[in-house]
């Protein structure tokens, strides 16, 4: 059997729900010490550091670029397991293809970075620069002991890196259509509408905070924030909840708690953001409550060495002209772009992730090892003596 597909096999079968990594770190530091990686484990959190993070590096034989591959031992729960077709941390193959929670996000990424670089090591051993590996348990939970917890412990030793692909599942398709070149912000809001609380039959006693708020939630839902530009999108509003009531039917509420977001471009800031909605708040006499929760800035790689060599060997191997998009949620790479220059994010058609009988197309898995072996020879490949 391909041995990409022998690492994903057993990556899949630990049942790593984050924040647990139920081993998959090890696994894979045991392998890269094997090719000469220097590994530190960066245990963070609570409870004796319940999240596992791993940097590793490979120090080559002449100066280069570090190149980093970054991504995530962690996966969601799986959702009812009587929906499943088959057991979510067992690998099945059916027609093709490998079912499993984490075969799309992103355990396909992972083994096939791993068994990239032992290829690559094992050919070019002499090879430029660095070769290292972020890695991480707490990125499909709350990201404040994964990769930013590392981020800033490299920040404090004055760690220089180049280029880091981050191995989410990017492609809509098929293999190769498209790398992420960056990604828009989120900044959530959890607004709370000051009323008074009162009988139905008696309105002139009370104030509904839902109907003082609807002018003002219309008008934010209409507002155009931004015009995007030629990398990002414009920036876009959501509610997606709203909260109010006893549940008693003649009851005016005291208070509507709603929470909402923002994916923003390059032309907002949270500050802009916020500044808005308070004035279009107080404008419509909204009293008001509102924690604002930042979980992420903005950040574009433009094209350079890095999506130059990505795109190339994407081409060699599917020939396949990878776009380059800004679309999508956030990731991991919004922290590591702070310390990186060029960032980039590129795996598997991302078609089935999160979703009950998570797959990915077998012949896919060795294809996404080519991909990435061939971009650390365009990058980190000796130069002539």
């Not at 008074?196 to 003082?212: C, E, M, S, W």
């Not at 977001?261 to 006499?285: D, M, W």
């Amino acid at each position: 059997m391909d041995s990409t597909l022998v690492l994903l096999e057993q990556l899949i079968a630990r049942a790593s729900v984050t924040p647990d990594d139920a081993g998959c770190q090890a696994l894979i530091a045991q392998r890269l010490e094997a090719m000469g990686f220097a590994c530190e484990h960066l245990p963070f959190g609570s409870e004796g550091g319940r999240v596992a993070n791993l940097w590793a590096v490979r120090a080559g034989a002449r100066p280069g670029p570090t190149l980093v591959l970054a991504g995530h031992t962690d996966v969601v729960p799986t959702g009812p397991l009587d929906q499943w077709s088959s057991a979510p941390f067992v690998p099945t193959y059916r027609d093709g293809k490998l079912y499993g929670r984490g075969t799309a996000d992103m355990k396909t990424s992972l083994a096939a970075m791993v068994v990239a670089a032992e290829e690559f090591v094992a050919a070019r051993p002499d090879h430029a620069g660095r070769l290292a590996f972020l890695l991480t348990s707490d990125e499909e939970g709350p990201s404040v002991d994964g990769t930013v917890r590392v981020v800033d412990a490299l920040q404090a030793r004055g760690e220089q890196l180049d280029c880091c692909i981050v191995g989410e599942p990017t492609c809509v398709g098929t293999l190769g259509d498209m790398i992420k070149n960056g990604r828009r912000g989120s900044l959530s809001a959890r607004l709370t509408v000051v009323g008074v609380q009162g009988h139905v039959a008696y309105p002139h006693l009370a104030r509904n905070p839902i109907h003082v708020a609807a002018p003002a939630i219309a008008e934010l839902a209409a507002t155009q924030w931004d015009t995007g530009n030629d990398h990002f999108p414009p920036t876009s509003f959501q509610i997606s909840n709203l909260h109010s009531g006893t549940g008693a039917t003649n009851v005016i509420p005291g208070e509507a708690v709603i929470d909402l977001n923002f994916r923003f471009s390059t032309e907002s800031t949270p500050e802009s953001l916020k500044a808005r909605v308070v004035e279009i708040l107080q404008r419509h006499g909204v009293e008001h409550r509102v924690a604002w929760t930042l979980g992420g800035s903005p950040f574009l790689t433009r094209p350079g060495t890095l999506s130059a060599a990505l795109v190339q060997a994407i081409r060699e191997e599917t020939g396949v002209a990878a776009a380059l998009s800004t679309t999508g949620g956030t990731s991991d790479g919004r922290f590591i772009s702070r310390i990186c220059p060029q960032v980039v994010e590129f795996g598997p058609v991302n078609a089935t992730i999160h979703k009950i009988d998570e797959h990915v197309a077998v012949d896919a898995v060795p294809r996404l090892k080519n991909i990435y072996r061939r971009t650390m020879d365009h990058l980190l490949a000796p130069t002539e003596s």
